[in-house]
T-cell receptor, first 114, second 111 residues
Framework: NAGVTQTPKFQVLKTGQSMTLQCAQD?????MYWYRQDPGMGLRLIYY???????DKGEVPNGYNVSRLNKREFSLRLESAAPSQTSVYFC?????????????FGPGTRLTVL | SQKIEQNSEALNIQEGKTATLTCNYT??????LQWYRQDPGRGPVFLLL?????KEKRKERLKVTFDTTLKQSLFHITASQPADSATYLC??????????FGKGNQVVVIP
């Protein structure tokens, strides 16, 4: 099993450009998450999906949109990138049917917005 | 606010000694806490979960305690090794199956 995979690993954008970060999990998990991690700020939740077809805003959703394409895939879109969105982005998944349960993280996408 | 706090200073420790990290929470009583390890350039990896009615949990050289009176969890790495050098994150549950993470505590084990 690959677990949680993310693409791309690295990306450089110019201010105003758009891009989509892809995430997929092969563990048949119901819940999926997008976090950003900044120095001194820790992991902050951007969006959350409890199940296919549902999404909820997290702590820092402004400037982002998400799509839960199916049970496996959860994408994060930046419509008009800003330098403040320079960060490392992590996707995670969890079972969601068992309480409590741990989260499984992908390797991350390092994004720089110039 | 319902904060979860970890000491932001790096912990430098000699190989073979016990490293102890602290996770403090305020203004709520979590049903459980989770601990994760994160290596540079990688995603966090789950280590241990401890419930509020459990005083202590162990996994190999790792030990976690949960003191609801002090509103604190301690994370111990016994007989530390250079391979234990990493950042360790504490997390509390909230909402529907979500976690709020502390900022993490870096451990450096010196050979």
């Amino acid at each position: 099993n690959a677990g949680v995979t993310q693409t791309p690993k690295f990306q450089v954008l110019k201010t105003g450009q758009s891009m989509t970060l892809q995430c997929a999990q092969d563990m048949n998990h119901n819940s999926m998450y997008w976090y950003r991690q900044d120095p001194g700020m820790g992991l902050r939740l951007i969006y959350y999906s409890a199940s296919e077809g549902t999404t909820d805003k997290g702590e820092v959703p402004n400037g982002y949109n998400v799509s839960r394409l199916n049970k496996r895939e959860f994408s994060l879109r930046l419509e008009s990138a800003a330098p403040s969105q320079t960060s490392v982005y992590f996707c995670a998944s969890s079972d969601g049917t068992v309480y409590p349960n741990e989260q499984f993280f992908g390797p991350g996408t390092r994004l720089t917005v110039l | 606010s319902q904060k979860i706090e970890q000491n932001s200073e790096a912990l430098n420790i000699q190989e073979g000694k016990t490293a102890t990290l602290t996770c403090n929470y305020t203004n709520y009583s979590p049903a459980y806490l989770q601990w994760y390890r994160q290596d540079p350039g990688r995603g966090p990896v789950f280590l241990l979960l401890i419930r509020e009615n459990e005083k202590e949990k162990r996994k190999e050289r790792l030990k976690v305690t949960f003191d609801t009176t002090l509103k604190q969890s301690l994370f111990h790495i016994t007989a530390s090794q250079p391979a234990d050098s990493a950042t360790y994150l504490c997390a509390r549950p909230y909402g529907n199956n979500r976690l709020a993470f502390g900022k993490g505590n870096q451990v450096v084990v010196i050979p």
